[in-house]
Each structure stands twice: as C-alpha cells, then as structure tokens.
C-alpha cells in the first residue's frame, strides 16, 4: 500500500514539473514569436537567410524580417540592391513574403522555395526631373531546379494601364552578369531614355479615357539574352493584339510576330513627328485594322524598322471620302512600303494594283500595273484639295476604267517645283460619259501623261452629240507664274449642232446640221487667252444657221428677194480660219443655200468683235447655170454686200454700195432710229410719254 502511495506521488510530482516545464516552453515560445513578430529574426537566424536568397541572385535590404502569424516569415521596407542600372534605379516592396522548403527543414536544410510580392514601386530615373515608375506591384516568385525563377500572378500599374507579367527565367543569377545591370551603357543609352519618356508621357495621356491591360509572358535563359521569348497581349477598347517574339540582345533588337486588330487612333498619342499626326488626320477609321505582320528592328532606332505581312481595313474614309474596304500584303523596309497586289473597293468602284510603293526617302508614290473603276473626282478629293480643285471642271458621270502607272510625289504641292519627280501615266481603256464645263460626250478614251513640270494628253478619243472628236494636248507649267504654256489639235466629225448649240447656251435655237473640222493651237500661254495663236477649218452640212445673229442679219433682205430665201437650208458650209493674237481671221467662209452663197471675209476676236465683209451671190447655187447667172448678175451682187460690225450678238450692218436710205423699206423702224440723232429721239419720246 505505501509502496503504491509513493508511485502516485512521484507521478503527480513528474506531471506538475512536466506541465510547468511545457507551459515555460509555451510562454518561451510564445514570448520569441512575440519578440521575432515585433522586434524581428535576430541576425544568426536572418543571415542564413539572406545569404540563401544571395545564392538565389536575389540582393535584399530590409528594415526587419518578422515572424507572421498567417504569412510566415515577412521582410518589411524592401530595397531590392544590387541593380546596378545606370541612374540608379530603385525596386522596393512593402513586404516581401519568404517561402521556406518546409521538407528540406526536416532534413535539417534551410532552403527559400520562393517569395510573395506585396506593393512594390520601381522607379527609374530618366532625367533629373522626371521619373518613371511602376507602381502597386504585386507578385509570387518561385524558385526551382537549374536556378530557375518563375514569376506568377504578377500585377502592377503604369501610366494608368493595368500589366500582368508571368514568365520563367532559367540560371537567373547570371542576369547580374549582363552588362545593363554594372552601369555599362549601352550604344543608344541616351535615345532610349529618351524614347521610353516619351513613350511613358503618351501611354498616360492614352489612359486618360481608356485604361489599356498589358499582359507580358517572358521566358529565357539568362545566360543567353537572346534566347528570351516575349509574348504580349494588348487589351485596349476595341483593339486586340497579340505579339510574340524576342530580342537579338537585351537592349535594342527585336523580333516580333504582330496578330489581331487595332484602333489607329490609340496610336495618335504616340505619334511625334508632325507629318505622321497630319496624315492621321486624314483618315477615319469604321474599324480596327487587321494585322498579322513579322516585326524587327531597333528599339532606338525607328528608322531600322523592318515588317513584312497582310493588313485589311473596313469601313474607313480619306478625307471624307468613305471605302467599304481595303486589303493588301506588305512590306516595309528602310523607310519605303511596299504593298502587294492591294485592292481597294467601295460599292461596285474598285482599285488594284501589282504593286503600289510608298519611299518616305524620296517622298514618292510608285503605281505598277495599276487598274480603277473609281471615280476620278472621289478620288481627287481624296488625294487633297488643291488637286480635287484642278479637277472640277472634269466629270464622269459613271466611273472609268483607267490604268495607272508611273509614279507621282508624295508630299504636298506648293509649287511646279514640287513635282520634278512626277511621272505617271493614265490610260483610259473603258470610257463613260463625260462633262468638261458645257461640253458633254457619251464616251471618253485615252492617255493623260504626266511628267515633272509638262501635261501630255494622247490618242484623245470621244463619242459625243451623235458624232466623234479625237485630239491630243501638250501643256507646259515651268514657265515662271502661275498656268503655263500649251498646244494641242482636236477634230470632230458630224456633230449634231443642234444638241452642241443646246449644252453651249441656255436659250433655246434652231440650229441644225451636221459639223466636222479640225483645230490647231501652235504656241499659247493661260496668262493672256488674248494672245492664242493657230490655225483650223471646218465644215458644215444641211444646216440651218439663220439664228446666229452675225449670220442672220442678211435674212430679211433675202426673204424680200424671194420669201424663205433667208431661212433656207444650207446645203453645205464651211471655211479656213487662223488665229493671231487671239483674233480669229477668215476669207474662205462660205455659206451655201438653195437660193443663194454667203461669203464672210474678216475677223472676230476673243472678245466676240466682229469686223468683216459679207456678199450674197444669189441664184449661185442653181443646178447647172448658177455660176453663169452669179457671173452675170455680179453688179446686182454687189448690192448685197455688207459690212459688219459689232459683236458676234448684236452684230451691226451697214452696205457698202448702196445708200442706208434705200434700204428703209426693209427695216423702216429700224432705219428711221439710225437716221435720226439718238439723245433727241429718246428725249422727245420721254417727254411725250411724260406729257
């Protein structure tokens, strides 16, 4: 029994020792998590630590390193050292989640499986007063066999656009050996500071109204930069881009493989040059353009840009003049574009080419093999306003079908010294009807030439007013001034009066007959129309011209030989004309009727003044004996020759032989105002009319 007492006894002794002993442990523990929690690991558990993380290639400086109830060991106030970047950037987090190796614990091994990334900041300096930054960092980073790092669920802000990086880094410690990372600059340093400032300033002003999400996918050996593949996913409105590539060396090459659609006018803050922003203006974009396009060059150098692929547009305008759709292969190389076999439609008008270059170097625009069915004045509005004007006069009222080829500038034009470079050809091959100021044909073809400072119109050929007209043209703009010199000849042949008289005036006539003849300009200038010069003749077949008032004014003195004399019909008509100095002289200009020939002898100028002689010979075209009766009556002719004065609309007669008085029967009225001084006339009407 005493011997079972002393048992019991020892037991509860045992147990308080064992029950004290775990509550000192208890409280000891309690008491170094509470001192590791707020005071932090001292510096024998810390180093191991932070040298394993050195092993890593990961340099850490932090305020305390402190025991988490939930989150484990947690480094506070982060400087990531040993970035080396010249100016001195900066990398800290808030706190910096250490992840142990919890079954190389148990062998007794301290290993860091990875770390947890909370509100981290970089910044990097790009000029004394402006700063790049990249903000609200969040991220896990892991490490495995081979040195290998893995970034996942990485989050951070950027001038206002949202990026997610992930990516696996093989041998990551050797990333402190590149150059970049020991203050070594690179060739370009300067002009790629300066291109990510203003590559940072735009993408904020692009955020403004529409916060883009970048998500970047890395991966790489370190010991090999070129090795690194990158793929980037652009999620911007209505624009989505995914890129895939890598770099030839960390800092400046680069190869990308651009797929998806993209908003041009995101690209609008980004655009720095001038002329790039104005010929955006240009355009508006429906929708996104369609890319898939291979991509490299120099990230500093924008000129080294290289890319060759396929892009389509839909519904996009040039200066307000809408497509329906645009598509081409391209490729662009040291500043010239070159697209292949491009095809640009709206409704049933389309433009295609073989190959169409656009070399910023030269400022030209080459067309090979070009072909349109577009109208010509769309797209001379397209093209700029200067041009649109120059062609105002000309319309097709159905497009075309015209090839191109040749090439034109590519800037604006000033001046006729600006297009030196110019020489492009236009054939029209399917001809539509066509409107030149009054004039009007039912079907144009052929050849305008345009090349340096000249205008060379060919092989002109129209279907128009029931009859046809073909010519060519030189034109000649280098003549100092504005307009320049020109020639050219044009023929037509039974044309319809009547309809060329309907389109040349307003007021109604009752022109009739069937015109033919031929026009040559030798050498004149668009400063002084005065001064034209050249040569022509023309012909006319049973017309009826009495409604022209220079040639009508003989019909009444005809018609009271023999009534219907002086309306009749002309049975033939026509003549040789030249021009001197802008005036218009003939002697050859003959009218025949069945009753009568009218020949004029003079001239008219520009400006429609007449100063010519008129003779009728009447009877002259009497079937077998007119020319002996013409011959026989030739004083009696004389009484039917006037002189006309005047302008070709209110032309004035006065014979030559005979007195005005004679005449008073035929216009009594007329006669009486001519004979009598004309301020005594009107005077006494008026004052009759008042009385």
């Known amino acids: 029994m005493c011997h079972d007492m002393g048992f019991w006894r020892k037991c509860r002794f045992c147990a308080r020792w064992l029950r004290r002993t775990v509550l000192v442990i208890v409280v000891a523990l309690i008491g170094v998590f509470i001192w590791c929690n707020q005071i932090g690991l001292p510096n024998f558990l810390k180093q191991p630590l932070v040298e394993k993380l050195r092993d890593r290639g990961i340099e850490l400086e932090f305020s305390r390193l402190r025991l988490h109830l939930v989150r484990g060991l947690v480094a506070e106030n982060v400087l990531v050292s040993d970035l080396k970047i010249s100016g001195s950037p900066s990398l800290s987090f808030a706190e910096v989640q250490l992840q142990p190796d919890f079954y190389a614990l148990l062998r007794a091994q301290l290993q860091i499986d990875g770390l947890v990334l909370r509100r981290g900041k970089l910044n990097l300096p790009l000029s004394p007063e402006n700063t790049l930054s990249l903000e609200n960092i969040q991220s896990e980073l892991h490490c495995s066999t081979n040195d290998t790092v893995s970034l996942d669920n990485f989050k951070a802000d950027f001038q206002g656009a949202k990026i997610a990086l992930s990516g696996d880094i093989a041998h990551a410690p050797e990333i402190r050996s590149w150059e970049i990372f020991h203050g070594q600059k690179v060739s370009g340093h300067g002009e790629w500071r300066e291109r990510l400032l203003e590559f940072s300033a735009a993408l904020a002003k692009a955020s403004s109204t529409n916060a883009p999400q970048l998500t970047l996918a890395v991966s790489g050996d370190a010991r090999d930069p070129r090795s690194f593949i990158v793929k980037l996913a652009i999620l911007w409105g209505k624009t989505h881009l995914q890129l895939d590539g890598g770099k030839n060396d960390m800092a400046q090459n680069y190869s990308w493989r651009a797929r998806g659609a993209i908003e041009p006018e995101i690209l609008r803050p980004f655009l720095t040059a001038t002329n790039a922003v104005r010929a955006l203006n240009h355009f508006t974009f429906g929708a996104p353009v369609v890319l898939d396009a291979n991509i490299s060059g120099d990230l500093i150098e924008p000129d080294s840009l290289n890319a ?36 640009l439609a709206r409704g049933s008008e389309t433009m295609d080419a073989d190959q169409v270059t656009l070399d910023f170097n030269a400022k030209l625009i080459r067309f090979k093999n070009g072909f349109s069915t577009a109208d010509p004045q769309s797209v001379a509005r397209a093209i700029g306003p200067k041009t649109a004007k120059l062609m105002e006069p000309y319309h097709f009222l159905r497009p075309p079908g015209a090839r191109v080829e040749g090439c034109v500038p590519l800037h604006d034009i000033n001046g006729v010294r600006d297009v030196d470079d110019a020489d492009i050809s236009f054939e029209i091959v399917e001809g539509k009807p066509f409107s030149c100021l009054k004039l009007n044909a039912q079907n144009v073809t052929g050849t305008i030439h345009w090349l340096g400072e000249t205008l060379i119109l060919t092989n002109i050929a129209a ?51 069937r015109l033919s003849g031929e026009i040559t300009m030798t050498h004149d200038t668009t400063h002084d129309w005065q001064m034209m010069n050249g040569f022509g003749h023309a012909k006319l077949r049973d017309g009826l011209l009495w409604d022209i008032p220079v040639i009508g004014i003989l019909s009444p003195i005809l018609n009271m030989v023999a009534p219907g004399m002086g309306n009749s019909q002309a049975t033939d008509a026509g003549g040789k004309f030249t021009i001197a100095n802008g005036v218009i002289h003939s002697d050859s200009l003959e009218i025949d009727t069945t009753g009568a020939r009218l020949q004029y002898d003079g001239t008219v100028d520009l400006k429609q003044n ?5 003779t009728a010979q009447l009877l002259r075209n009497t079937p077998v004996i007119g020319q002996i009766i013409s011959t026989i009556f030739w004083p009696v002719g004389k009484l039917f020759e006037y002189k006309v004065t005047g302008t070709l609309k209110n032309p004035k007669t006065e014979p030559v032989y ?14 009486i105002e001519e004979l009598l001084p004309a301020n005594e006339f009107f005077s006494n009407t008026n004052s009759a009319a008042s009385n």
């Open 610 to 614: 007449v100063h010519a002689h008129v």
């Open 463 to 513: 279907q128009c007013y029931g009859g046809s007209g073909h010519g060519s043209a030189f034109f000649d703009f280098s003549i100092p001034g504005e307009g320049g010199e020109f020639q050219f000849n044009a023929a037509v042949s039974n044309i319809n009066l009547h309809a060329l008289a309907m389109d040349l005036s307003s007021s109604k006539n009752h022109l009739e007959g």
């Open 658 to 671: 005979v007195p005005r008085f004679l005449l008073m029967p035929l216009h009594p009225i007329r006669s």
């Open 308 to 343: 060759n692929g396929r892009i389509a547009l839909t519904n996009l305008a040039v200066r307000g003049e809408a497509a329906d759709n645009a598509v081409s292969d391209f490729s662009y190389t040291n500043r010239v574009l070159e697209l292949f076999k491009p095809h």
